[in-house]
């Protein structure tokens, strides 16, 4: 057995991390390999030289070099070797062949969900460990790479799943690892390169329109798998493109045709439209003939203005010299009246000088008098002063006198011991009455629990007395779990949506308890205990709140919304009575029409028939060919099951004996239970009455440690008291020195403020002489303005007299000019009118210019053409036009002006409709060409790369002699439905047929599979394929075969790494010289020193004993 390497799985319990493979060092890192691992040769040189005189085979870029774990599944420490062609790992089951597929599928990248397995990384870790270790080594490309790059995944065991990614030694992400993969053509998510185990039944049920994807992927170049995903989209669009172009010829067809319906109509309505559109014309454009008539009348306005100014100015020029007198005299007279007003204000000016200095002389006399007040007041304090000195003298004595009676010296340690001793005793009895509080507190809590359990007690006496109690109880014997759960649903009715109704048990009633034994043995235990909701959202609020919160694992739960007249009996009654039956079981229960729909779905109990007497053999066989599949009698339940395909003789009746009822059934109340109830019931009335004793115990007990806390109190507060009067007495005769100096200072200012009397009263005397100066002087003053203001009124008496004068001489010139003045001022008044006329006539032509100016920027065709020939008339024929026009529009019908809308939208629909169908026929076009370019290019080689996958595929059948082929299935308008068809024939009688989960047994589709992956050995890209347990299911003849056509095929030269696990292994297979055993044993009974299981001295025992070679 060349090649044969003992390999072994430490332990749990070992603390070392030795490595499995024999010739491998026991460090933590292996160094990673550039070429072939050596070996140490198990086998005579003789047969190594006969059998394998080429040179060794070397390591294709991108396969497995070396394979390292730790604390990964099963293994605390591991390493794989793996050889460059077939390498078979072999080991009883659960010793961990698998977890080298699930190493090198998360070692390299892929996601837990390809193995089939766990969904989360973490679940890979070892039981017990914190993280995992995967390192794998490739083959280096010798273009790219001058070392094997080595592939090492971290993965943590924590909530997020964290996982870190190494490349040569270096940080690196699970983007850079799968650019690494993809750049060695390594598909792991392929099922055609690596096929684990819990996938390999996933692989043979294959759709054969996905395995001609994976056969592509795996065995084709990328652009293979490109162009048949440019076919697929291209036809997509097609398809797309035809549906748009027939619904576009036939919405261009409605189109035309409602378009030509409408022709005559539409005539009619653009003739009327186009009176319409020039009577709207006429009407916009009113403003020009209107500007004429405001321009006429403005040009008239102003030639009759001009004519009445120039008559104003001869008047004026005649009536001059009899009115320049008046205005001389007005002149004169508006002289006067300025000079009047100026010595007016020097008059007012003056007086307010007068009235200041008045009021300063005011001043003066009442600060003269403050003087007098202040003098008063000087010699009022001196009194004073001298009666504040004797108080002063008087109680610095008093003071002294006390100095000198010192207070008695107080212990004020001791009292404050006192203080603290009585402070203690008060905290020992709030401790002592707390803790007997706490205590009364506990017995009342006791108290309320029994309560709580009398209640209980008495409730459930009552229950056992009551027939809804005694259901209540036999659900709780039948299923602890669902009782629970029914009581938390009857407490959480406010949190369904619909109804949610109870076990059947509780629910529903027999109509007749002869019947009892029948029913339960039709419906069993786990329809009686069901609780049926009627929303899906309650199904899934009871799944979260039952199973994962309240950890209930024996409950039914059944979602179902449909009423009880869904369900159709098979047979009248008249018809069922013929049949040898009377009823159904659905006729003999009663309870809420949901529950009783729920067993017409579950158990069909709408079509399960009841006989009230044993059927005759006639009744029997009439049975058997009736629609009714189910039945019970008296004593017995029939089931028949029926198989068309093998007519009568696919008939077969199972029986069952009645089961004796134990829910549906009325029995006296349980004697021994109802006592036991009883018992309880007084027992824990006494337990209370105690705890209530020794609560109000603890409660008098309390209260004593209050009354004693309160005398402590006052003995406290006493000598507080005591303190606090010592303490204070003492701080006050302390306090008596500083008392008396400052009883001091306040004499010392006295005598200094006496001192200074006299100095104060000069002052103020000083102050009065300077004050009657001042008012003397502004006397001399105030007479000086006085006299000023005389002189002042006089001139303005003077002034106001000439006023007088000029005013009368005035009026009388002005009286002999009046019929002069009025002729003039009448004359201005028309001329004022003239000219109001010419401004409001010109405002009105100069708005009509800018209306016609701005008409004349967005006037249409029609417009100006209107415009051109209407502009020249006068208004009223203007109005004769716009009579004319309506006329004649009176006389053309109008019909349903929604019609030319209609039909010009439509007109453009159509424009667009034929340009968006050329569009689309266009690129029909283009997508045709495209189509038909990729194709040209992708079917030739792929009906090539299928042909050379079918001719080794027939070839691995030949071996066995049986036949099998691999064809294309073509469907030419749609790229979608090509497939893979895989046809076998395993007997020479049969004609070869397609392989599919039904035709064949599983371990024909197992050999096919095999055959298949092998086929695609030659061609494939993938550097290394990994098939894990593909045998299982084989007879021991096949898999030999296919065993020995693996080991041609994988061993021959020039083909990819091949990894094969299985857990059983014939004797006397294939074996090659290229291939490599790995053996794995682990177990409890593993010796402790790996050395001492040495499975090359086994193997060469072996030889030995059978003779060798």
Request: charged content about 30%.
């Amino acid at each position: 057995m060349p090649g044969l390497v003992p390999m072994r799985r430490p332990r749990d319990d070992e603390d070392d991390e030795s490595h499995v493979d024999g010739s491998t060092p026991s460090s933590d890192k292996r160094p990673r390999l550039n070429g072939h691992a050596s070996q140490t040769p198990l086998l005579p040189r003789s047969y190594e030289n006969g059998q394998n005189d080429a040179a060794p085979l070397t390591h294709s870029p991108g396969s497995i070099v070396r394979v390292a774990m730790k604390d990964f599944v099963t293994y605390t420490s591991a390493e794989f070797l793996p050889g460059p062609s077939l390498n078979m790992i072999i080991g009883p089951n659960g010793t961990g062949k698998s977890t080298l597929v699930c190493a090198i599928c998360l070692g390299l990248g892929a996601k837990p969900d390809v193995l089939g397995r766990a969904k989360d990384p973490s679940e890979f870790v070892k039981h017990g460990q914190k993280e995992a270790e995967i390192e794998i080594e490739l083959e280096r490309d010798p273009a790219r790479h001058r070392t094997n790059p080595v592939i090492k995944r971290i993965i943590k065991r924590d909530s997020n799943n964290k996982t870190f990614f190494m490349i040569d030694g270096r940080n690196s992400t699970q983007k850079a690892v799968a650019e690494l993969c993809r750049s060695f053509s390594i598909q792991v998510d392929n099922l055609c390169q690596f096929l684990p185990q819990d996938r390999v039944v996933e692989f043979a049920a294959l759709d054969p329109i996905e395995l001609l994807v994976q056969t592509q992927r795996a065995a084709a170049p990328d652009y293979m798998s490109d162009w048949h995903d440019q076919l697929k989209n291209m036809r997509n669009d097609q398809r797309k493109h035809q549906a748009e172009q027939g619904q576009q010829t036939e919405n261009l067809k409605n189109l035309e045709g409602r378009q030509n319906m409408q022709r005559g109509d539409v005539e009619r309505l653009r003739e009327r439209a186009e009176q319409q559109e020039k009577l709207a014309a006429l009407e916009r454009l009113r403003p020009f003939p209107a500007y004429n008539v405001a321009r006429e009348n403005y040009h008239e306005a102003k030639e009759r203005w001009k004519e009445a100014n120039n008559d104003l100015a001869a008047l004026r020029r005649e009536c001059e010299p009899a009115l320049a007198a008046v205005n001389s005299k007005d002149a004169y007279v508006k002289a006067i009246d300025a000079v009047v007003k100026r010595r007016q204000r020097l008059v007012t000016r003056a007086q307010d000088d007068i009235r200041q200095k008045v009021k300063k002389q005011h001043t003066a006399s009442e600060q003269h008098k403050a003087c007098d007040q202040e003098l008063d007041a000087e010699k009022k304090n001196v009194k004073t002063h001298k009666q504040e000195r004797l108080r002063i003298d008087a109680q610095i004595k008093s003071l002294e006198r006390q100095v000198e009676n010192e207070p008695p010296t107080i212990d004020v340690a001791a009292l404050n011991e006192k203080i603290r001793d009585i402070s203690r005793q008060q905290r020992e009895k709030t401790d002592a009455a707390r803790d007997e509080n706490a205590k009364q507190d506990d017995k009342a809590n006791i108290c309320n629990s029994l309560d709580q359990r009398i209640g209980a007690a008495e409730t459930s006496l009552r229950q056992l007395r009551s027939k809804a109690g005694q259901q209540v109880n036999k659900l709780n014997n039948a299923s602890p779990d669902t009782a629970k759960a029914w009581d938390w649903i009857q407490k959480n009715r406010q949190q369904f949506t619909g109804k949610v109704f109870g076990p059947a048990i509780l629910e529903c009633s027999v109509k007749d308890t002869r019947f009892a034994n029948l029913i339960e043995s039709v419906l069993g235990q786990a329809d009686m205990v069901c609780i049926t909701v009627t929303h899906k959202e309650d199904f899934n609020l009871l799944q979260r709140e039952l199973l994962n919160n309240q950890r209930l694992s024996d409950i039914n739960l059944r979602m179902l919304d449909t009423p009880l007249s869904y369900w159709e009996k098979p047979y009248s009654d008249n018809e069922l009575r013929q049949l040898g039956l009377n009823t159904y079981i659905l006729d003999l229960l009663e309870g809420p029409e949901e529950i009783l729909s729920m067993l017409c779905d579950n158990r069909n109990i709408h079509m399960y028939g009841v006989a009230f007497q044993e059927l005759s053999s006639q009744q029997f066989d009439g049975m058997m060919s009736s629609r009714i599949s189910s039945w019970a009698t008296p004593t017995e339940t029939y089931n028949v099951t029926r198989r068309r395909e093998y007519g009568d003789a696919g008939t077969s009746t199972r029986t069952a004996r009645l089961k004796t009822a134990r829910f549906f059934t009325s029995q006296p109340v349980d004697t021994h239970a109802e006592q036991e109830y009883k018992n309880t019931i007084a027992e824990l009335k006494d337990e209370r009455q105690e705890a209530q004793r020794q609560a109000e115990a603890h409660k008098a007990t309390s209260i004593r440690y209050g009354r004693e806390h309160q005398e402590l109190g006052a003995q406290k507060k006493d000598l507080e008291a005591e303190k606090k009067q010592a303490q204070e007495a003492r701080s006050e005769w302390q306090k008596l020195p500083v008392r008396i100096a400052g009883f001091a200072s306040k004499r010392d200012a006295l005598d200094e403020r006496q001192a200074s009397y006299r100095v104060r009263v000069q002052q103020i005397k000083d102050k009065q002489d300077k004050l009657a100066l001042d008012r003397a002087q502004d006397a001399l003053t105030l007479v000086s303005s006085v006299q000023s203001l005389q002189k002042l009124e006089m001139d303005l008496l003077q002034a106001s007299l000439a006023m007088i004068e000029a005013e009368s001489d005035f009026q009388i010139l002005k009286a002999h000019n009046e019929e002069v003045r009025q002729n003039l001022e009448q004359r201005e008044r028309d001329v004022g009118v003239l000219m109001t006329e010419r401004d409001n006539l010109k405002k009105i032509a100069a708005a009509g210019l800018k209306a016609c100016n701005d008409l004349l920027q967005d006037l249409s065709d029609k417009e100006m053409e209107i415009y051109t020939e209407f502009n020249k008339i006068n208004l009223d024929e203007y109005e004769a036009e716009i009579d004319s026009t309506k006329a004649r529009l009176e006389m053309v019908h109008g019909g349903n002006p929604q019609i030319l809308r209609e039909y010009e939208k439509r007109a453009g629909d159509i424009e667009r409709s034929k340009r968006k169908l050329e569009l689309i026929e266009n690129e029909l076009i283009e997508l045709q060409q495209n189509i038909t370019s990729v194709r040209q290019k992708w079917e030739p080689e792929l009906d090539q790369l299928i042909g050379q996958i079918s001719d080794a595929f027939s070839e691995n059948f030949a071996k066995i002699n049986c036949a099998g082929q691999v064809e294309v299935y073509k469907e030419d308008d749609d790229f979608h439905r090509w497939a893979i068809q895989i046809q076998v024939k395993f007997r020479e009688n049969e004609q070869l047929s397609v392989l599919d989960s039904h035709r064949q047994s599983g371990g024909e589709r197992a050999v096919s599979t095999i055959f298949y992956l092998m086929a695609l050995q030659s061609l494939a890209r993938a550097p290394f394929r990994v098939v894990d347990e593909i045998n299982q299911g084989m007879d021991p003849r096949n898999e030999r075969m296919v065993h020995s056509r693996m080991v041609d095929i994988a061993c021959a030269e020039h083909t990819s790494q091949y990894f094969l696990i299985t857990p059983k292994l014939l004797p006397n297979l294939t074996y090659h010289p290229n291939m490599k055993v790995h053996c794995i044993a682990s177990g409890e009974y593993m010796p402790e020193d790996q050395g001492k299981l040495d499975f090359g001295a086994l193997a060469q025992k072996a030889l030995a004993v059978y003779g060798g070679l």
